[in-house]
């Protein structure tokens, strides 16, 4: 049996990065046996995951790459906001989208499955995420990704790490493209232009607006005008090339591109977390029945 020295758990920290104890105990189990002693901790560490994939992550980080003519976001999302800003968890996010650009995956199932090109050995981006759930101790989804291929141009924006815009546009300025990205970030568009809005979110508009006008007791026909009214500020407030420009609202966005002979083509628009249900959280109860477990 190998001697557990203190040089040796540094390596197996070094190569793990599991607490210091948690090397010297695998160690030990393991007879000194640096490989062996790897594996126990990569066990522990992924049933560490499975008992963390139950809990629900909605808070999290935007990542974006463009290389070329191709770009992409992504989200990841772990439990608190406190991890978002993990170091370790930031440089996945990031290396997740630069392979998603590379690998062009088809879907999250499909990035899960693709080599991470970083890792020491042929490891798959889910054994990575894996082994980061272990380490900061929370679960780790990644749960969305854009790509966009094109022959035109690209610009993205990431406000913080929590808004990411992707955009596609042509026109002679990069910085137009910034702007717009920067827009987007900002006023949170549902939509290029009018046409592109769902027809069930302009439904529920209408009945909304039809509801709060029925009480007036006006003609049908006023009623009907006030309804197509609320609708039509509705989209010029929710469509990208309708708003107000964020540099200059006495244009719209349409006219600041026109200005600059520019146009968009697409955009997308992540937001941390947008859509999932957060769950309470009672931190207190949760220490309690840690140290009643660990009696």
């Known amino acids: 049996m190998a001697e557990i020295t203190a040089r040796r758990v540094a390596q197996l920290r070094a190569k793990t990065d599991a607490p210091m104890m948690e090397c010297k105990k695998a160690l030990t189990e393991a007879g000194g046996d640096l490989e062996r002693a790897e594996e126990l901790l990569r066990i522990r560490l992924?049933?560490?995951?499975?008992?963390?994939?139950?809990r629900v992550t909605a808070e999290g980080i935007i990542a974006a790459h463009i290389d070329g003519k191709a770009g992409a976001l992504?989200?990841?999302?772990?439990?608190?906001?406190?991890?978002?800003?993990?170091?370790?968890?930031?440089?996945?996010?990031?290396?997740?989208?630069?392979?998603?650009v590379q690998?062009?995956?088809?879907?999250?199932?499909d990035l899960l499955q693709l080599p991470f090109s970083n890792a020491?050995?042929?490891?798959?981006?889910?054994?990575?995420?894996?082994?980061?759930?272990?380490?900061?101790?929370?679960?780790?989804?990644?749960?969305?990704?854009?790509r966009i291929q094109t022959t035109h141009r690209l610009a993205c924006y990431l406000h913080g790490a929590r808004i990411g815009v992707l955009v596609e546009y042509e026109g002679p300025d990069e910085s137009v493209g910034k702007d717009v990205a920067m827009h987007i970030a900002a006023m949170k568009p549902i939509a290029l232009s009018a046409a592109d809005v769902?027809?069930?979110?302009i439904?529920?508009?209408?009945?909304?607006?039809?509801?709060k006008a029925a009480s007036l007791n006006k003609p049908a026909a006023i009623i009907e005008k006030m309804v197509e009214g609320s609708v039509q500020k509705y989209l010029k407030e929710s469509v990208l090339l309708d708003q107000p420009f964020v540099k200059n609202d006495k244009q719209t966005v349409q006219q600041m591109l026109d200005a600059a002979h520019t146009s968009v083509n697409r955009f997308t628009l992540y937001v941390v977390g947008e859509g999932i249900?957060?769950?309470?959280?009672?931190?207190?109860?949760?220490?309690a029945a840690q140290v009643a477990a660990a009696r």
């Open 46 to 54: 992924g049933h560490k995951a499975g008992k963390a994939a139950a």
């Open 74 to 100: 992504a989200e990841l999302n772990c439990e608190t906001d406190f991890v978002a800003k993990n170091a370790d968890l930031m440089d996945f996010a990031h290396q997740v989208a630069e392979l998603t």
């Open 103 to 109: 690998r062009a995956p088809s879907s999250v199932a």
């Open 120 to 146: 020491s050995s042929s490891e798959t981006v889910d054994q990575v995420r894996t082994h980061l759930i272990g380490k900061i101790g929370e679960n780790l989804t990644i749960r969305r990704f854009q």
């Open 198 to 201: 769902p027809a069930e979110r």
């Open 203 to 211: 439904a529920k508009e209408r009945s909304i607006a039809r509801q």
């Open 277 to 287: 249900e957060k769950q309470p959280h009672d931190f207190a109860a949760e220490v």
